[in-house]
């Protein structure tokens, strides 16, 4: 079965430290992988898609079909990267979304 | 230009009434989709429309779930004799088409409704 995991619930590093969120999902295909992010009394909006392979806000992730992994990383968090982010794999005509990691970023 | 707007945004109900919650999607987009936001299940599928049809209903709960969507754009989900277990932030997406090719649009998605079942 098509299934995403994102296996820490919530996450807190330092301003300007490394950020790694991770995603590991199981797809018998070819996999199409999301970012998703909802920022504090905001929407979930798209953060970034693998097959764009762009850095959005200074975020970046590569899909890697070997280890089933699509991590999200940022070399330098900055305080407005609190949030919560969802890693979503497209199947079919929908999105199968991890369970969530919330990512707060401390002064 | 306007987002996905859903209504209402807080909706308390008691255990055993029925419930509808509205999605008006962005103009033009074609595909809508309803997810179920509960603590600790993180974001559920429930119903896929493409235009009016819905080719896939997989994740809709049980039979006291339905929605329907008329004229290509407002959809409604209904939830007859809530239960407490139905309590969640219900959120809809839409998206120009659902698949584009080989690829898919984003979904954009509405703020939700927050519905709890006392």
């Known amino acids: 079965a098509q299934r995403v995991t994102q296996p820490e619930k919530l996450l807190s590093v330092f301003k300007g430290a490394p950020v790694e969120l991770k995603c590991n999902y199981s797809?018998?295909?070819?996999?199409?992988l999301f970012w998703y992010v909802q920022y504090s009394r905001q929407r979930l909006q798209l953060l970034l898609r693998h097959i764009s392979r762009e850095s959005i806000k200074g975020f970046t992730a590569d899909l890697n079909k070997g280890e089933t992994s699509f991590h999200l990383k940022k070399p330098f968090a900055q305080e407005e990267d609190s949030a919560m982010y969802y890693c979503a794999l497209a199947k079919a005509q929908k999105l199968v979304f991890g369970q969530g990691t919330r990512l707060t970023i401390n002064p | 230009g306007a987002g996905v707007s859903q209504s209402p945004s807080n909706k308390v109900t008691e255990k055993g009434k029925d419930v509808e919650l509205r999605c008006d999607p962005i103009?033009?987009?074609?595909?809508l989709y309803w997810y179920r936001q509960s603590l600790g299940q993180g974001l559920e599928f429930l119903i896929y429309f493409q235009g009016n049809s819905a080719p896939d209903k997989s994740g809709l709960p049980s039979d006291r779930f339905s929605a329907e969507r008329t004229g290509g754009s407002v959809s409604t989900l209904t939830i007859q004799r809530t239960q407490q277990e139905d309590s969640a932030v219900y959120l809809c997406a839409s998206s120009p088409r659902g698949l584009a090719g080989v690829y898919y649009n984003e979904q954009f998605f509405g703020p939700g409704t927050r519905l709890t079942v006392l």
């Open positions: 103009s033009g987009h074609t595909a």
């Open positions: 797809y018998s295909g070819s996999p199409e």
